[in-house]
């Protein structure tokens, strides 16, 4: 398979994994207004920056993450990179649109979506490691304790770790 079939398998794979869950969540790839909304300074990250140099690679990953009840707003964006050379995931954007909603079933769950979305797309293409980069300080102690370990400004985990992490988290739900 190629970089587009297997970003469409994956997709579909998170699609089911978000309704077993029963999240009621609509998963798709970032469309045209959810880069014109994330360009024009919809977040809080510079994805403008982000979606230039990492969305038009050839291997690069995106979800966005949606209501099923309202899929023209987007409620959460992840953005990645896989490098076949060395078989990694870099993560370079996860970020929350709905901070200020207690009442959502993304609240406090879009990193955890970003870990199913990596383990399933690196397990897709024989991935062996996901690396998230240039984590915020503030952030390396939550991250640890989904078992991502610190590399300077970077943190990774191995797609064997993550599969552990993948299966607990669905578990909670």
Do not use: C
Not at 103 to 126: D, E, N, P, T, W
Request: proline share 2%.
């Amino acid at each position: 398979m190629n970089a587009d079939q297997i970003k469409s398998a994956v997709l579909s794979a998170i699609q089911v994994v978000t309704d077993e869950m029963g999240l009621e969540l609509a998963v798709g790839p970032l469309n045209d207004l959810d880069w014109a909304y994330l360009s024009g300074g919809y977040g809080h990250l510079n994805w403008d920056a982000g979606l230039t140099e990492y969305g038009n690679q050839e291997w690069s990953f995106d979800v966005g993450l949606k209501l099923q009840s309202d899929t023209r707003l987007l409620n959460a964006a992840i953005l990645g990179v896989f490098h076949p050379e060395t078989d990694t995931l870099e993560m370079h954007f996860v970020e929350s649109f709905i901070r200020r909603e207690d009442q959502h079933q993304l609240k406090g769950r879009v990193f955890k979506m970003m870990i199913i979305a990596s383990y399933l797309y690196v397990a897709a293409v024989g991935g062996s490691t996901v690396r998230l980069m240039d984590v915020e300080p503030e952030l390396i102690a939550y991250y640890s304790s989904f078992g991502f370990q610190s590399d300077g400004q970077d943190m990774h985990q191995s797609r064997e770790d993550l599969a552990a992490t993948f299966v607990r988290i669905t578990e909670e739900a």
